[in-house]
């Protein structure tokens, strides 16, 4: 069936290093992919997003790459800050409605 | 416009008991969803909006749910006889209308929203 899953379910990092979080999904009709990150007590919000036809798109601080012949998606945050500790959802969507297909979540811990 | 308002922020129902939440989206935003949230996981679609026409309902949506956009601007989701397993957090996103931007309409804008405690 169709999914989207993370690979790992916590991340513990130290404060300045760069944060790795990584992504599957299996649906290759997915067109758009989207990261959000949630706080406690929040709704997710909006960090970086690609489209199918591009591999890599940077922000600010962050970076998602998007590698389509093995259906994998990473976020990269450059020096992280304890600002981002949260937890991180990766989304899929193909075209219909705009509907977001989220994974599981991810923790991020940022050690002082 | 300060972005996706939800209400109430919390409720807490005895089962078998109706609930209601309200969603008022950003202005400009003509594509309304309902996600439900627990714990650890990620959101799950509930129903889409478009103005004022419900498009799309998940499987999830069981009989005793029911959404409205009745004037294509805030919405409401009733859940009737609540179960234990209604328990979760319920938000809302809009998105603004397609061909909007780089990525505009795909951007989904999430409220903080409503969390539901079924005793």
């Known amino acids: 069936g169709e999914s989207v899953g993370l690979h790992l379910p916590t991340l513990s990092v130290q404060e300045g290093d760069n944060s790795i979080i990584n992504c599957a999904y299996s649906n290759s009709a997915s067109d758009y992919f989207i990261w959000y990150k949630q706080e406690s007590g929040k709704g997710p919000q909006f960090i970086i997003d690609i489209r199918s036809n591009m591999d890599k798109r940077q922000g600010q601080r962050v970076t998602v790459l998007l590698n389509k012949t093995v259906k994998h998606l990473s976020l990269q945050i450059a020096a992280t800050q304890p600002g981002d500790s949260a937890v991180y959802f990766c989304a899929e969507n193909t075209g219909a409605n705009s509907k977001l297909t989220f994974g599981k979540g991810i923790t991020l811990s940022v050690r002082p | 416009d300060t972005g996706v308002s939800q209400n109430p922020r919390h409720k807490i129902t005895k089962r078998g008991q109706n609930v209601t939440f309200r969603c008022d989206p950003i202005s400009e935003h003509n594509r309304l969803y309902w996600y439900r949230q627990t714990l650890g996981q990620g959101p799950e679609f509930l129903t889409y909006?478009?103005?004022?026409?419900?498009?799309?309902k998940s499987r999830l949506l069981s009989d005793r749910f029911s959404a409205e956009r009745p004037k294509g601007s805030f919405s409401t989701l009733e859940i009737q006889r609540t179960e234990q397993g209604d328990s979760a957090m319920y938000l809302c996103a809009s998105s603004p209308p397609a061909g909007t931007g780089h990525s505009g309409a795909n951007v989904l804008t999430f409220g903080a929203g409503s969390r539901l405690t079924v005793l």
């Open positions: 909006f478009q103005n004022e026409a419900q498009l799309e």
